[in-house]
Structure formats: C-alpha cells, structure tokens
C-alpha cells in the first residue's frame, strides 16, 4: 500500500515535471540530424530495433566512445505490459510510447527509422530500408557498416501454421494491434446495435475468443472483461446478456508458466465471472465465420462463430533472423543462439539479446548434471541428505534461473525424493536418469527462453556495461572467456528472476515473486500499478499513464470508435 500511496503521489510531482519537459511529441515529427562524418576513428555500434532491449542497451552505453547508429522502422519506445490496457481504454496508446529522440537527445547516437532487411555477415554491413509512408522516391535502401552489431529486433507472432489465423485473427503485438483491437470492440458493440439484426447474428458480433491462456492472452481477456461489463453493458443495455468470451488455451491449465495457486485462482475466478475457458484445445483453423478447434482429452470437435479473435500464442521468427540464421548455419531454429556473452554462434563482432535470441544452454544442462555426479563422491548412485541439498543449494547460487523452469513440473519430484529419504532415514537416491530426463526437460524450456522484457532489459543493461568496459581496454578486446582455469574477463550474462504479474481484471492481480511468494488480490493490483508506474522509461509517460488510471477511475473507458 505504502508503495501504492507512493506511486499515486508521483502524480503531482510527475505532471509537473512531465509539463516542464514534454514539449510536443515527436514520435514520428522530429526533424532529422546531418549523419556524422566518418572518419572519427571510433568502432561502429549498429544496433537494430528499438524495444526493451535496444533501449536498455542504449540507455547505459557509454555513447562517446563508439559511433552509436540506431536503426528501427519505429521512432518510438513502447512499454508493452501495457499493450493489453490500450485494447480496453484503460491507458491511451500516446501514453505507453516514448519517442527515440527524446530518449537519446542527450547521447551523441543516431537514429535511422527503417527496416534492416538484410544482415550481409561477410561484408559487415546491413541494408536497410525507408518503410514509412514518406519516401525519397528511389533512395529508400540505404547500408550501413559495422564493427558490432547489436540485434534487438524481437519477434513476430507465431500462427503455428494455422489455417485462416494470419487473415482473421487479430494480433497484440504492437500499439497499433492495440488501437485496432479497441476500434473493433466498438465496432462489434454498434454493429450488434443495428436494428435489423436477427438475435444469431448479434450473439456472433458479440462472440470475442482469444487464443493463448498466457500471461498476455489471460490480461488481455481480464480488459476484454472489465471494459465490457464495468463501461459497455451500461451504454447497450440491451446486449449485455448475448456477450460471450471465449478463452481457449492448449495446455492444462491457463498461466501454466506461474504458481498453481495463481492458475487454479484465475479458472476459478474467469469461470465465476462467465469468461468459457477451454483447456486442453488445439485450434484446426479460422474461416472469416468461425473458429474451430479440438478437445484433446475427449477428441470432441467445436465451432463457434466469432466477431473478434486475438491470437495470442508464442513468438516467432523475424523474416531478416530467418535469413541470418542461413547465412551462419542455425537454420534448425526458431531464434539466434547466443554464448553466455549474448555474441551470435558463429559470427563476428554481432551481438543479439531479447526476444530475438536464446543464450544457448546445453552447457548449463552438462554443468548441472556433472555437479549431482560430483557431488556422489564414492560413486554409489546415492547422496546424503545434506550433501543433496547442499548440491542443488549450489545449483541454484550458479543459476538462479532455474526455479524458474523447474520448480513446477520438476520440484516436486526432487522434493518427493528428498522426502522419502527424510522419512526411512535413508540417502537419497541419485536418480541421475530421473535428473536428466528433468533437466533435459528444463535444458529445452530454457533454450526457448523466457520472452519477456524483464530479459531483454537486463541484457540490454549487461551488454552496454561489457562494451563501456570493452571501450577502457583494448578496442580490439571482445568478452572472452579463459577456458579450464574457469576465469574470464567478462562476466556472463545470469538472468535475475524478479517476479511476475498476471493482472487477473477486477482490480485484482496476482504475483509470483522470488522466494515463492505468491500474492492474489486488490493489494496486489497496487503494487502492480506501483510497480508498472517506476518501471516507466520517462517521467513525461510516467505521469501519463498515472493520469489514465485516475481519468479510468473517476469517469471510466472512454467508448468512442476514432
Ligand atoms: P521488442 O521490444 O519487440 O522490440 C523489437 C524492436 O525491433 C522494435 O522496436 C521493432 O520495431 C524493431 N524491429 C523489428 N524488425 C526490425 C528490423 N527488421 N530492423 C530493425 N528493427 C526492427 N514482458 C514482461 O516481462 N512483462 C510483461 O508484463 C509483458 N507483457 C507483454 C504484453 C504484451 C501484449 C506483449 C506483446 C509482450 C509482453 N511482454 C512482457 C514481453 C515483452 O514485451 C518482450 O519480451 C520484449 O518486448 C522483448 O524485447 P525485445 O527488445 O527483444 O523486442
């Protein structure tokens, strides 16, 4: 609460602040500078994409010791955790975005807004292009050299193949998606409204399923949810019994990424509230009139007419990663591998974090097993009990990362073991085939890699501090790693898990935060507001999004269709 009263208290200080230094936003106006004159004997720092982990990156560089050039076909920064409270109103879209200029006004870097559509890795150069509405007819490619490349271009959203889903659906990817999915709400709501509708076709307008029991898709169905019972049923009366909300997941359970009290928490509440949650269905395909998909556990075939759906399941490969990755031999992947100092396998002098890359893990798999098998000193298959706790003790110091993965499915089976020797006074059995089933299980959700702008940002972060340190020694020094001593001049790079939210609707939320603290409720949505308003990259957007929330409070969503 105390965080709560705080955040709200920045209101006062954060409007000020933000009216003495907002000025107009630039976040496609601002005038462009002269490009540098080369020449200035500085390494070229490329990076592309300007997301959590560009940004990150760019905010603790050192700019003035490399030849800084940013380029993205967005001039803007977007706080995505908020993506799902533009969709309802909650936070207008303005408010959630930071142009790039604002951002490195201070910084001696420049910014080119323009696609990378090729990385030529022999040549060290990349090509872009001018994409926006406003070109110089026939000079809408340009290229650009590097010495370090830095790859932050995220990823797209992943149909899995599904028939009719790149056509139909829409996606909640980036603030236009949200702006578009809020305009069609609207537009389900008036046209549901007409008055010579049959009742069938009103009960289609107002069918809205997403696809995906994620964070995100559970957040956006959570809106979805407020907006129409909280601001839209009162304004169609009429409507509000005919509305159905349809969220259909693959898995057994929806957030399955979280605690199970929190999953269990969030069925029970949708179901309370009518939201249909559908576990266990795999979606066959999408026409312009329907959704269908299939039971796994009974096999039973469904249909449902829809008047919105929004696909919300998993990343996919960006078309210049997928071109790269050719070019350096990954082909059999879905994102860039990356050492533990984010450098791109097989290349030289390119970098890649965020959503884009995965810091390849087969080696910290190795490592773990090798420490249980170190750990059996006389070799018997069995550990005392301290000795096993002392082992996964030092796991966990090495990498903090896995409870992350393990503790849900793979725990449990530790700790059973754990338990049974406790209980016959025995050793526990070093299982290692139980282990390394587990941790091959964990080695490949671990390749995946979490998506989230928790990552990125702290690879952002590390990476600028690797090349600020780079920028001290030798130019030529790369992040290296003294091989069998175990020592290195560069540190990896080791995630800090610092917790998640699932906004559940209803001002209430649940987190999971580190030390398996888990909290549910309208206390949690203020540390939520608390938490998301620090996390803001300004002040100016700071004071925005606190504004919204407030506007949200006292006059409710505001239901215009622009
Ligand atoms: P992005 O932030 O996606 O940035 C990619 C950048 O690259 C963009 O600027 C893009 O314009 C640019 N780009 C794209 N193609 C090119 C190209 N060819 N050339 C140059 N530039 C290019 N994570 C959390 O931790 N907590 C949350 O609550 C959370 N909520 C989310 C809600 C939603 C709706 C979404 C979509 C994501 C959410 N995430 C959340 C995930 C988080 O946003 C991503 O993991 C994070 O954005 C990844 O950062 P990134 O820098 O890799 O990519």
């Not at 954060?14 to 933000?18: E, Q, S, T």
């Not at 030092?394 to 990498?399: A, E, G, T």
């Given at each position: ?6 955040a ?5 200080a ?5 009216l003495?230094d907002a000025?107009?936003d ?13 020449g ?5 720092v490329?990076?592309?994409?300007t ?8 905010k ?5 010791k490399?030849d ?13 955790p ?9 936070v207008e ?9 604002r ?18 890795e022999?040549n060290?150069?990349v ?19 590097y010495?370090?490349l830095v ?12 028939k009719?889903?790149e056509?139909?659906c829409?996606?909640l990817?980036?603030?236009?998606d949200?702006e578009k999915i809020?305009?069609?709400?609207v537009d389900c709501?008036e046209?549901?409204?007409l008055?010579h509708?049959?009742?069938?076709d ?12 994620g964070?995100?898709?559970?957040e956006?169905?959570a ?5 129409i019972?909280?601001?839209l049923t ?6 509000q019994?005919?509305?159905?909300i ?10 399955n990424?979280?605690?199970g009290?929190?999953?269990e928490?969030a069925?029970?509440?949708f ?10 269905s ?6 312009e ?10 096999g039973?075939?469904m ?9 919300s ?7 210049v990663?997928?071109?790269?990755m050719?070019?350096?031999?990954q082909?059999?992947r879905?994102v860039?591998a990356t ?20 810091v390849?893990?087969r080696k ?5 097993a090798?420490?249980?098998?170190l750990?059996d000193?006389?070799g ?5 009990v301290?000795e ?5 003790d ?6 903090p990362q896995i409870?992350l993965?393990m503790e ?20 526990v ?8 089933e587990a941790i ?5 959700q ?5 998506a989230?702008?928790?990552v990125?940002a ?8 690797s ?6 020694g030798?130019?030529d ?5 003294v ?9 990896p790079f080791?995630?800090?898990?610092l917790?998640q ?16 603290w888990?909290s549910?409720?309208r206390?949690t ?7 998301y ?6 002040w ?10 407030t ?5 409710g969503?505001d239901?215009?269709?622009?």
């Open positions: 609460y105390l965080l709560a009263i705080a709200t208290g920045c209101l006062g954060g409007l000020l602040v933000a003495a000025g107009r630039s976040t496609r106006s601002d005038s462009d500078e002269a490009v540098s004159p080369e200035s004997g500085k390494k070229k490329v990076i592309l994409g997301g959590w982990g560009g940004i990150s990156f760019l603790s560089l050192d700019a003035s490399y800084v050039r940013v380029v993205s076909p967005r001039n803007y920064f977007v706080f995505t908020l993506l799902p409270s533009v969709t309802s109103g909650t879209a303005r408010s959630i975005t930071e142009p790039i200029r951002i490195i006004r201070k910084k001696d870097v420049k910014f080119h807004e323009a696609e990378c559509t090729k990385i030529d022999a060290k150069k090509m872009c292009r001018d994409i926006s509405d406003v070109k110089c007819k026939g000079k809408e490619d340009f290229e650009l050299e010495d370090y790859v932050a271009v995220g990823a797209t959203s992943n149909t899995f193949g599904t009719g889903v056509e139909y829409h996606f990817k980036e603030i236009e949200a809020r305009g069609r709400i709501f046209t549901a409204s008055p509708l049959s009742d069938e009103r009960r289609k307008l107002l069918s809205f399923v997403i696809v995906g029991g964070p995100t898709g559970v956006y169905a809106e979805l949810h407020d907006l019972y909280e601001d009162s304004l169609y009366p009429e409507l019994k005919i509305v159905n349809t969220l259909v997941q693959s898995g057994d359970h929806i957030l990424t979280f605690d009290r929190i999953s928490y069925e029970k509440k179901s309370r509230e009518g939201i249909d949650v559908k576990i266990g795999r979606v066959l395909g999408v026409t009139e329907t959704i269908s998909f299939k039971s796994k556990a009974t039973k075939l249909e449902i007419p829809y008047g919105m759906i929004v696909w399941t998993g990343i996919g490969t960006r078309p990663i997928a071109d790269y050719k070019q350096i031999g082909t059999d879905r860039l050492d533990e100092w984010l450098r791109v396998k097989n290349t030289d002098g390119v970098y890649a974090l965020g959503d884009c890359a995965t390849e893990q910290i798999a190795e490592d773990i090798d420490l249980f098998k750990a000193k006389d018997d298959g069995y550990l005392s301290s096993f706790v002392d082992t996964m030092n796991v966990r110091m090495r990498y409870d993965y849900r499915q793979h725990m449990e089976g530790v700790v059973g073991l754990l338990n049974d020797a406790l209980k016959k006074e025995k050793n059995k070093l299982d290692l085939e139980h282990f390394s091959c299980k964990v080695d490949s671990m390749k995946s890699g979490p989230t702008a928790q990125a702290q690879q952002g972060e590390y990476l600028a501090l090349f600020n340190h780079m920028a001290m030798s130019p020094e790369g992040p290296i790693r091989r069998g001593g175990g020592r290195h001049r560069y540190h080791r995630y800090r898990h917790g939210f699932a906004p559940l609707g209803g001002e209430t939320t649940a987190a999971e935060l580190p030390g398996d888990v549910i409720g206390s949505q203020w540390l939520w507001y608390s938490v308003a620090s996390k803001q990259v300004s100016r957007t700071r004071a925005l999004v606190i504004f919204d929330w506007k949200r409070f006292v006059f969503r239901s215009s269709r622009m």
